[in-house]
Nanobody, 125 residues
Framework: QLQLVESGGGLVQPGGSLRLSCAAS????????IGWFRQAPGKEREGVSC????????NYADSVKGRFTISRDNAKNTVYLRMNSLKPEDTAVYYC??????????????????WGQGTQVTVAS
């Protein structure tokens, strides 16, 4: 059974850091691009970052550029999202998702086929 599981969320003060992990089971992560999304209460789900299957291409939302870094370890079947200089507006449930192919889709969440259950990130003092 194909599954994505996020971990690493929590409560952090503004300016702090967290590293989220997205572990895959039931399929070989190395064949797929992986995207990170987030959804705050009352808001639509938004794309945060995406990394191609080989890790050579990564893109970021303007709101997180320079603060977040996406990476992957295909040997461990895991993708990471390092989040630095966190702000209260980064508070959301963070999801990882796979589009079913190796490159990052140009569209939004509808282009992703497989989703994790999400991990809560709260940035507050």
């Amino acid at each position: 059974q194909l599954q994505l599981v996020e971990s690493g969320g929590g409560l952090v003060q503004p300016g702090g850091s967290l590293r989220l992990s997205c572990a895959a089971s039931g399929f070989t992560l190395a064949y797929y691009a992986i995207g990170w999304f987030r959804q705050a209460p009352g808001k639509e789900r938004e794309g945060v970052s995406c990394i191609s299957s080989g890790g050579g291409i990564a893109n970021y939302a303007d709101s997180v550029k320079g603060r977040f870094t996406i990476s992957r370890d295909n040997a461990k079947n895991t993708v990471y999202l390092r989040m630095n200089s966190l702000k209260p507006e980064d508070t959301a449930v963070y999801y990882c998702a796979a589009p079913g192919f190796s490159s990052c889709p140009k569209g939004g969440p509808d282009e992703y086929d497989y989703w994790g259950q999400g991990t809560q990130v709260t940035v507050a003092s």
